[in-house]
């Protein structure tokens, strides 16, 4: 029995080992073929999986033989260089390719000698050692490519992960990636600047990681459940031909969810700018002590990876900011060819599809800005900055120039903020600033702006603000808020005088012109305030020697609005102004020798729309209101005094108004340096009706409706004691003409004018008197436009002279400069002749002892030159006499007064019982004094034109006034006339006069 057991023991063993070494031999020759079929399908379903664009290949490719589990060493995936060369010379290229090598893999879990279904691969562990793994994006895959013609050679289409390894395997899973030593790079072939990103020397591990034909829409990132790399060596992460982003240290873990770099430095490439001899226009230079990611999340969707986080903080940053957009020094610098600025969504547009962010706080921030501006940099910093915001969404939907809706909410606050601007020769200090856009607010406290130097050849501007206040702000393509508050602005802005230019007598401002669009962000589409109030405000405008200032205690401007796209398009609700103080002060060098202001300026405009490129202006409604106007005129030497101010849309009215000088009529000419003669002129009130205000500044002319003018005493003295230097004087017409405003009236009223003209002579005390009382006119085409030829505008008008006269007048004057003809038609109703002696006798001397005249008319054709008149002066009973002062009494000459009657008519017609006896008409020509007004050349005519009538021709006017002037050159001759009447020579002997007769 034991024999039999022991045979039987004896085969089993030997059956035993027989399978055993049937089984190892098996194992072997499996393994074996295993290895040769992998070590050539590999390498041959690469090629055909890719369509011939890899070729792989390794050094050693083994199998455990008792585990079965695959180990391959000195693997190399590469593009096929002759497919690589033949897509490149179609420009085929996929968007993405990427070159490979690694120490080795071993694939651990799975038996695959025994495994007769490689369909479904799990496996335990992946071991990936030193990979290096370099990835290329071609120019197609650059967004700032688009626009670009479209090539017409199909390029070969990037296939997924799943697609390539699909045709042999359904399912692919690993529990646990390992990838040591790794470094990778990411090669964006952008056509403005190529991007690089690199990892190097990082640790890799990837848990769950599962490959099949639903991991595409798994939404998992890397198609791993989480995964996780650190490195604690220095990093060169991005590289490209404006910065190097470089850390000392990384770590991320999906499934800690957390995100921690430390010491980030983004360092500008100077020493590639200088090499290539390209500098960009604007780069940055920042470094970072910490940035740290929490409840990060990645998922995958549509072939498209997404990062989504709960935190994103960034502690103690000192970012410097150079812009050199203005100044290009290089001399080869090609605005085409240099490294434009790169939008977020253009950094992670590679790697990432979108990023969200809850929350953003950056804090303990430097910031400086540096700009080169007309040779000069300027300088602005920030030491202490700090910024939070919340729903950051960085995507593709974000338009360029709109990068500030990439947040939901931001807010910053900023302190001791500094700019130092030298090109413009100012200096700013801001104390804080802070905005939030959640709360809707905006504050700016205690800003101060200080000239650099007080010798600059520009204006400057000096003051401070309290506080700038914005409530209700938001930002959608634009700002709008409801409310911009200025507390206490104190600017004082000094005016330069002008330089001489090159072209003589030609002075030019040497301030240069801001161009309104760059006083709008980029960003900016509109900006729209509902209401603006400044409160407190004191503004001044210093000149040299004088100055103006302006305050009030509240200004407000609601529903302001500003258009981009039409910057030159400005609007406003309504404007108020409180309370406002206006002051203008004169001086000397050294003193202020006048200060003048106007207080209680009340003003209010509303719904305002200006497009200044169209130059047309819509005002819904005006309202300025101020009382006790006082403002200096002719150096002080007269005042204009207004009681009351009320300005609307719908017409202007002045109360009380009264051009005074504060020097009496009788010492006004010793005063004045001209020896001008005194005015004083009072009206009741002045009203204009439907002014066109808006029509102004389209048409550039201005349109009233009506104009009413009442209760005016104008007054005048001329002072012939004090010898004036003779200037010509234009025509009343001429200063319409040459008015600086284009205007027309459609009618225009005087009622109750008064005119008192006083003329004291040179010996004698006591002026002449000659008024006009009760006038009333009426003017039609009041107008300096010119619509048609010999255009006129018309005055009609009437009144009392001399306090017993009745008159009516028409005087039509010429609208065209080019037209000079003005007509005049007078009709005096009766007069008695006794009351001309207020005129008459202090001028004289002489007297009028009795007549009256009935039914005068005058007609005169006359122009700047010369005159026409035709008078009808029909008169009774005139007798005059002729005076003489004596002791301090006025006598009358007897035998020249009875002689001069003998000369005189007494009666004209001479007869006037018999019906025959005809009325002596004058008509005569009259040669205009060019250096006394309109109203003394209007007496120049009628003047010799009465006297004939009375019975002195024009020619033995003449010959008088000649023998006169003989006898004061006698006179002047032997020295026996002192005083010299300058404007009695002109008015005896002037051959400028002489030469104008024809």
Known sequence: MSSKIRKILKHTVIAILSLVVLFLVLNLFLTGRLERYLKKELIERTAKATDGFYRLSFDKLSISFFKGELRLEGISLEPDSMVFEHLAALDSLPDT??????????????????????????????????????????????????????????????????????????????????????SISYNVEKQVSPIIYTLNNVSFHAYGFMLDSTSSRSGKLLYCDNFDFVTNQPQTLLVNNDFRLETDSICLSTQDSIIYIQKIQLLPQELLWGETNRKPTNYLEGKVQTVEIQGIHFRREDALNHLSARNFEIQSSD?????????????????????????????????LHSISVDQIRIERTSLHYSLALKGQIEDFSIPEFNFHAEGLLIDSLVAP??????????????????????????????????????????????????????????DYLSGCIDTVRIDGLAYDKGISADLLMIRSPRLVYYKTPSVESSDKGKSTSVNSRVDVENLLNPFLQYLSIRKIQ????????????????????????????????????????????????FSMSWGSDTTILRTESQKDIQLALENVFVDLKKKTFQLGDLQLQTKDIDIPLDNGFYRLKIGDLDLRKSGLRLDHVHLVSPYSKMEFAYKQPKHQDWFDVKVGNVRLNDVDIPGYFSTKELRVGGLWINDVLLQNLKNRKIPVEPHIVPMIYEGLQKAPVRFKIDTASVANFSVVYEELPVKGDKPGKLYFTDMNGQFSGLTNI???????????????????????????????????????????????????????KPLAPAEVVSGWAQDVVFHMDASSRKGRIRLDFPYRKLKVALLKEKDGETTQKGFLSRLANLVLRDNNPAHPERKDSKLHKVDMEIVRDPYHSTFNYLWQMLRPALVESVGVSKKEQDAALKVAGFFTKVKRFFGLDKKKDKREEIDTNNKEIESLKE
Do not use: C
Request: a negative charge.
């Open 319 to 351: 970012i410097k900011v150079y812009d050199l957009t203005r100044e290009k020094k290089l001399a080869n610098a090609d605005a085409d060819s240099l490294v434009q600025a790169l939008s977020l969504y253009d950094v992670i547009s590679p790697v």
């Open 534 to 581: 400044i409160q407190n405000a004191n503004v001044t405008l210093a000149a040299k020697k004088d100055s103006i200032r302006f305050s009030t205690p509240l200004i407000s401007l609601a529903g302001i609005r500003i258009f981009k796209n039409s910057i030159y398009q400005i609007g406003f609700d309504r404007f108020d102004l409180s309370d406002g103080d």
């Open 786 to 840: 010119v619509s048609y030829p010999e255009q006129f505008i018309r005055l009609h008008a009437d009144g009392n002279l001399m306090g017993s006269g009745h008159f009516t007048a028409t005087w039509q004057l010429p609208v065209d400069s080019l037209y000079d003809r003005f007509l005049l038609d007078a009709r005096l109703d009766s007069l008695d002749l006794l009351s001309l002696n207020e005129i008459v």
């Open 401 to 458: 120039g709109e990068e500030l809706n990439y947040f939901r909410s931001i807010a910053f606050e900023a302190n001791d903020i500094q700019g130092i601007m030298r090109a413009r020769n100012h200096r700013f200090d801001i104390k804080r600033l802070a905005m939030n856009t959640a709360s809707g607010s905006f504050h700016m406290d205690s800003i101060w702006l200080r000239p650099l130097s007080v010798r600059s050849r520009n």
């Open 97 to 182: 390719y990427v070159s490979t090598r690694i120490e080795g893999i071993d694939f651990k879990g799975i038996n695959l000698v025994w495994r007769w279904n490689y369909r479904q691969l799990h496996f335990n562990t992946f071991e990936i050692r030193s990979p290096e793994v370099r990835i290329y994006g071609s120019s197609e895959s650059n967004p700032l490519a688009s626009g670009l013609a479209v090539d017409t050679v199909e390029h070969t289409e990037s296939k997924t992960l799943y697609e390539v390894i699909s045709p042999y395997i359904d399912a692919l899973s690993v529990k646990t990636l390992n990838l040591e030593n790794a």
